[in-house]
């Protein structure tokens, strides 16, 4: 089977939409302008997606009080420190920085909204 996405219940899902299309090269697919006011978002490969809606049904989650290692929405970046760099413009904060033996390097950061968000360019590609 294959993942058609994953799916975050957000407190803004209209601003965060925005905002990922503008920054991180997502696209809209389908948004609804009405409560829950889900959006599905898909990568730059159009084979990925995520949903981010708000729905009373429970609590948004306190992303930003998670461990990134509990939950964190990974991109491909080909050059992880000029992609850290323009988001921290665009108001995400740094968590975490490595770089690996094996020549990876891993930028760990929260968006506006607190979610963990990791750039990762890996020494040798998974996909």
């Known amino acids: 089977m294959k ?3 994953f ?17 991180l ?16 978002l898909a990568d730059s490969s159009g084979s990925v997606m995520i949903e981010i809606y708000k ?16 939950l964190h929405l990974a991109f491909v970046s080909l050059d992880p420190e000029s992609d850290k760099e323009r988001l921290v413009q665009a108001g995400c904060t740094v968590v975490d920085e490595i770089k ?3 020549g990876s390097h ?3 950061l929260r968006d506006p ?9 890996r020494g040798t590609p998974m996909l």
Not at 25 to 40: D, I
Not at 114 to 121: D, S, T
């Open 55 to 70: 729905n009373p049904a429970d609590a948004v989650p306190n992303y930003a009080q998670m461990d990134p290692l509990l």
């Open 100 to 102: 690996l033996d094996d």
């Open 7 to 23: 799916a975050l219940n957000v407190s803004d899902p209209i601003a965060m939409a925005e905002w990922y299309c503008s920054n």
């Open 106 to 108: 891993l930028v760990m």
């Open 3 to 5: 993942i058609e996405h």
């Open 25 to 40: 090269n997502m696209t809209v697919k389908r948004a609804s302008q009405q409560a829950p006011f889900a959006h599905f």
């Open 113 to 121: 909204w607190g979610l963990a968000l990791q750039l990762c360019k």
